[in-house]
């Protein structure tokens, strides 16, 4: 029996097909549903440096000029998706996200068959696009997250994608799809223990590494006021004491813990507030910090108080 012919097919000819609020492209006769790209309230608030990095990845100088890959790396909470979706607002093109899982299937990154009931006993096939294929045909940035976490059988089918072809080859709709030329795309991907060694071949095609690490006690303080912005001012410099004092001791705590912490602290002073009562922001932290990190990581806050006490 002979192999069904594969239709090759550039993302930039489809016809986008609008109906019921959702977007649908035609390849050979077959429908196939678009995922929709986020709209979220993430702005980088840290390093330029790295956002400059990231625009001069996906830049290109004209026709034949190709975007990179790079995987954005570094501890889990420092901000890697945010700054992958925020340079990808910048761009204004759509932006839409990848959760990568240890049992993602290659499927799963292409395209899915679904049966959908349309009655007591009739059902219909419809065609799910994975974001990442969304991305390419909308021309948009997929921000695949935590790419070492998938295996390696789901990566092999990304190859072509991810080298000059810049092309998916799906069975379930038995077609070849060139990527928009807008299309671009970023892996974030954690530095931890629970994560897979990515085959050769696929990190070869991710370039360059661009590193996230912890920013710095000024940068800290920013992103901890652009997020919460209801919170007491000394609450959120008492946190970004912590975290410097806890990056000197090389602990791996990030800005999201940061935000955990001055976010509960708030909460507790407010509460109190509403309550008739006053509460030391000082103590709040302390309290914020025991119950989110544990009791000994209190130390350092105790320090930073103890410290401006004793002055």
């Not at 992958?84 to 290659?106: H, I, L, N």
């Not at 990442?132 to 990304?158: H, P, T």
């Not at 912590?242 to 002073?269: C, M, P, Q, S």
Request: aromatic residues 8%; glycine residues 6%.
């Amino acid at each position: 029996m002979s192999e069904k012919k594969k239709n090759s097919v550039n993302a930039e000819d489809l016809e986008i097909l609008g109906e019921e609020g959702k977007q649908y492209v035609e390849i050979d006769g077959v429908k196939i549903r678009l995922a929709r790209p986020m709209d979220l309230p993430f702005k980088w608030v840290g390093n330029r440096k790295l956002v400059d990095q990231m625009k001069s990845c996906w830049f290109t100088a004209g026709p034949g000029d190709l975007p990179m890959s790079p995987r954005l790396v570094g501890k889990p909470g420092t901000g890697k998706t945010v700054l992958a979706y925020s340079v990808g607002k910048m761009m204004e093109v759509p932006v839409f996200f990848f959760q990568a899982t240890s049992d993602t299937r290659p499927n799963d990154v292409l395209i899915n068959t679904v049966i959908i009931e349309t009655g007591a006993e009739t059902s219909k096939v419809e065609y799910f696009a994975s974001t990442l294929i969304s991305a390419m045909i909308l021309g948009g940035v997929c921000v695949f997250d935590e790419g070492n976490r998938m295996q390696e059988k789901a990566w092999a089918s990304l190859a072509p994608l991810l080298d000059s072809r810049r092309y998916i080859e799906s069975i379930e709709v038995g077609c070849l799809i060139k990527a928009h030329p807008n299309f671009r795309f970023v892996s974030t991907m954690n530095d931890d223990a629970s994560c897979f060694e990515l085959p050769e071949y696929i990190k070869s095609r991710l370039q360059p590494t661009i590193m996230v690490d912890n920013p710095d006690r000024s940068e800290e303080r920013r992103i901890l006021e652009a997020n919460l912005p209801h919170t007491a001012p000394i609450i959120l410099d008492y946190v970004a004491d912590f975290l410097e004092l806890a990056h000197r001791a090389d602990e791996r705590y990030t800005v999201r813990e940061g935000i955990h912490i001055a976010n509960y602290a708030g909460k507790l002073v407010n509460y109190e507030a509403e309550c008739g009562r006053e509460m030391d922001p000082g103590d709040a932290v302390i309290i914020s910090v025991e119950q989110i990190l544990g009791v000994r990581q209190a130390r350092y806050i105790k320090r930073v108080l103890w410290e401006e006490r004793a002055a």
